[in-house]
C-alpha cells in the first residue's frame, strides 16, 4: 500500500505498518520512555469507511496506559513512543499491528486497518514504590535483559547522575551491595528501585516526597534543600546474583544469615540503625520457613531466628516503634518463651506505651523466671507508681465531676420590664 501524502513510516521494520502524520508539533523535545504512564486522548476509526469506533473525548475523559507493557495494541506502543508533549498525530495502523485477523468484535472486523487521531499531555514515569504512591517513577531509556533483577545482597556495578531541578550533584561509578545504598550518599529510593533494573538497563528514576529522598538530612556536600525531589540516570552495568531463598540448601540459609547477622551487628554498633534492621529482617526471611529435618540444622536455625528476633525489637524500640518492638518479642517468645531478655524488652515497650499493668505481669514473669532480677524488680515499682499516679489522676477527674453534678441548679433572673 503506498503511504499516503503527509505520513510517515515510523515502524522500527519499516514495514508501513505504522504510518504518522503530524498535526500540531509538541512543545518540547522530550519523549516518554518505556515504562512511562501516559496520558492521551484518541478518537478511533476504521481506514475502510471512516466508521468511528471510539473516542475518548466523547468519554470526556483522558486516556492513559503504561508504555511499551502491552497494555495497548502494537501501533500505539510504537505511535505514542514517538510523540511529544502536546503533540497531536494521525496514525494509520496496519492490522498486524492492531487486533489482527481475529479483530475486535462487534466494532473492529477481522485484519481491520485503523486510523487514529492522538494527543499526548503529558506522561510521568512508572510508579515503581513499594506501595504504588507514586514517591519513585522509573523511565527506561535503554531496556536490560529481560529477567535479571539483582536481589537483596546483590552486588551492584552502577554508573549514577543525580540531578536536582537539573543541576548535576553526582556523577560517578559505585559498586555497592544492595541495601547499603546509604553508605554510598544514596537515598532509600535509589535502592528500591534498582531492584526492579535489568541487567544492562539505563533508565531515569524520579524520587519525591520525605520517605525515599534524602529528606531533612542531604549529604551537605551536595546542597540540596530538605525534601528535595531527585532525579538518578542510572546504568546498571551488572550484579551477582543471589540465590532466591527457594533455591538455597539449608546449609546455603544457614551461611547466608550469619553473614546478614555479622553485618546487622557491625551496622548497630556504627548506629545505623535502618540498615542494621534491613539485615536482621534479612535473616527473618532466609530462615522464617525454613523446617530442616536434621537436628543439627534445626538447632542452629532456631539461635539465628531467635537472635534476629531480639535484635529487631532492640532496632524497633531504639527507632520508638513500641508496637513493632512487641511484635518481635513475641516472635521471639515462641521459639523461647522463658527468654528473659524477650520479656523485659516486651514490659518496657509495654510501660513506655503507657500500659503499666500488662507491663507488670511481663516482669512478675522475668521474676518467677529469675526471682533476684533486680532489674525487673525496679521497673515493677515504676509500674506501681504509674499505676497509683493514674489513679489519683483519675479520682480528682470523677472528683470534680461529682462536686459539678451535686450542686443545685441557679435560678435564672428574672428579667423586668418597665
Known amino acids: 500500500m503506498p503511504i499516503p501524502e503527509g505520513f510517515v513510516d515510523i515502524t522500527p521494520k519499516k514495514d508501513g505498518g505504522v504510518l504518522k502524520k503530524l498535526l500540531k508539533a509538541g512543545v518540547s523535545e522530550e519523549k516518554p520512555n ?3 504512564n501516559v496520558r492521551v486522548h484518541y478518537v478511533g476509526t476504521l481506514n ?4 468511528k469506533f471510539d473516542s475518548s473525548r466523547d468519554r470526556n475523559s483522558h486516556f492513559e496506559f503504561v508504555l511499551g507493557k502491552g497494555q495497548v495494541i502494537k501501533g500505539w ?3 505514542v513512543a514517538s510523540m511529544q508533549k502536546g503533540e497531536k498525530a494521525d496514525f494509520i495502523i496496519r492490522s498486524e499491528y492492531a487486533y489482527g485477523a481475529a479483530g475486535s468484535p462487534p466494532k473492529i ?9 492522538v494527543e499526548l499531555f503529558d506522561w510521568a514515569g512508572e510508579d515503581v514504590s513499594p506501595d504504588k504512591d507514586g514517591s519513585i517513577r522509573r523511565e527506561v531509556i535503554v531496556p536490560g535483559e529481560p529477567l535479571t533483577n539483582p536481589n537483596e545482597t546483590s552486588t551492584c556495578n552502577v554508573h549514577i547522575v543525580g540531578r536536582h531541578e537539573g543541576r548535576v550533584f553526582m556523577d560517578q561509578e559505585i559498586s555497592f551491595i544492595l541495601g547499603e545504598g546509604s553508605e554510598f550518599n544514596l537515598p532509600e529510593g535509589v535502592d528500591k528501585a534498582l531492584r526492579r533494573f535489568t541487567k544492562g538497563e539505563k533508565s531515569t528514576i524520579t524520587i519525591k516526597g520525605t520517605r ?4 531533612i538530612s542531604p549529604p551537605d556536600e551536595y546542597n540540596l534543600p530538605t525534601n528535595a525531589e531527585l532525579q538518578f540516570t542510572i546504568f546498571l552495568k551488572e550484579f551477582d546474583k543471589v540465590p532466591a531463598t527457594w533455591e538455597m540448601s539449608p546449609a546455603d540459609k544457614i551461611r547466608h544469615s550469619k553473614e546478614a547477622k555479622e553485618r546487622g551487628t557491625q551496622f548497630l554498633a556504627e548506629g545505623k540503625v535502618k540498615l542494621a534492621l534491613n539485615k536482621y529482617k534479612r535473616i527473618e526471611e532466609i530462615l ?3 523446617k530442616s529435618g536434621d537436628p543439627e540444622e534445626k538447632k542452629e536455625r532456631d539461635a539465628l531466628l531467635l537472635a534476629a528476633f531480639l535484635n529487631i525489637s532492640l532496632v524497633y524500640s531504639k527507632m520508638n516503634e513500641q508496637v513493632k518492638c512487641v511484635q518481635y518479642c513475641d516472635k521471639a517468645l515462641e521459639l523461647s518463651a522463658r527468654n528473659v531478655k524477650a520479656l523485659y524488652r516486651k514490659g518496657n515497650a509495654q510501660l513506655t506505651m503507657n500500659e503499666p499493668e500488662t507491663a507488670q505481669k511481663v516482669y512478675e514473669t522475668i521474676l518467677e523466671i529469675e526471682p533476684d532480677n533486680k532489674a525487673a524488680q525496679q521497673q515493677i515499682l515504676m509500674c506501681k507508681a504509674k499505676v ?3 489513679e489519683q ?3 480528682k477527674q470523677f472528683k470534680g465531676m461529682f462536686e459539678k453534678m451535686s450542686k443545685p441548679d441557679e435560678e435564672p433572673v428574672a428579667s423586668t420590664s418597665n
Open 34 to 36: 518505556h515504562g512511562a
Open 48 to 51: 475502510i469507511d471512516g466508521t
Open 77 to 79: 506502543d510504537i505511535g
Open 109 to 117: 472486523p477481522a485484519e481491520a486497518t485503523l486510523n487514529f487521531e
Open 212 to 215: 525515599f529522598t534524602y529528606g
Open 288 to 290: 522464617e520457613y525454613e
Open 388 to 390: 497509683k499516679e493514674y
Open 393 to 395: 489522676k483519675a479520682k
